[in-house]
């Protein structure tokens, strides 16, 4: 989950502008993270994901950096538009055994991102 | 590709009913998962079955239940309804491992 320290409910940003979400993970034997988008009335949609012996990873927008030291995530979403207004959830998750995770995730608070025109 | 869908989108019920949600996962995926949302609490896993099987199970009472065909296809199944069962339940469905495709969810509100 998310400490109460470092989760912001509600991140407003200007439209163009870049955007931080943080998120700390729970878990020190997490080993998979994952960070999810949900518009209002629909399902949480797979944004990008990370795992464990890597510290960056990047999409198209969105890079992801993991500190596993402080048990810290982060999604940085580059020249924010109005369609990426949303909640966004960072996961973590177990790999079991045969490198395959399972379909138990454990989520966090979520961040509300307000784009501003 | 058709994504994971859910039935009823929204229903309502009284305390001490039950609901069965039924999630079709996309085609040719195995594992499906449930999960239950709330303002309060958040996301929360409730149980994942991967070829008929329970291969996880969060921390709920056992008014939850779940199955699984052998079409992949679930349905889970809340007794005894209580208030605070009032949520959005979501499903989510992946070939084996990797990422989780959720369906849009069924709300559920007891009155």
């Known amino acids: 989950g998310e400490s109460v320290g470092l989760h912001l409910p509600t991140l407003s940003v200007q439209e163009g502008d870049n955007s931080i979400i943080n998120c700390a993970y729970s878990?020190?034997?997490?080993?998979?993270f994952i960070w999810y988008k949900q518009e209002s009335g629909k399902g949480p949609q797979f944004i990008i994901d990370?795992?464990?012996?890597?510290d960056k990873r990047q999409g198209q927008r969105v890079t992801v950096l993991l500190n596993k030291t402080v048990k810290h995530l982060s999604l940085q979403i580059a020249a924010t538009q109005p369609g990426d207004s949303a909640v966004y959830f960072c996961a973590e998750n177990m790999v079991g055994r045969g490198s395959s995770n399972t379909g138990k995730l454990i989520f966090g608070q979520g961040t509300t991102l307000q784009v501003k025109p | 590709k058709a994504g994971v869908t859910q039935t009823p989108r929204y229903l309502i019920k009284t305390r001490g009913q039950q609901v069965t949600l039924s999630c079709s996962p996309i085609s040719g995926h195995r594992s499906v998962s449930w999960y239950q949302q709330t303002p309060g609490q958040g996301l929360q896993f409730l149980f994942e079955y991967f070829s008929e099987t329970q291969r996880n199970k969060g921390n709920f009472p056992g008014r939850f239940s779940g199955r699984q065909f052998s079409n992949s296809r679930s349905e889970m199944n809340v007794s005894t309804l209580e208030l605070g069962d009032s949520a959005l339940y979501l499903c989510a469905s992946r070939p084996y491992s990797g990422e989780l495709f959720f369906g849009e969810g069924s709300r559920l509100t007891v009155l």
């Open positions: 878990n020190s034997a997490s080993d998979y």
């Open positions: 990370i795992r464990s012996n890597m």
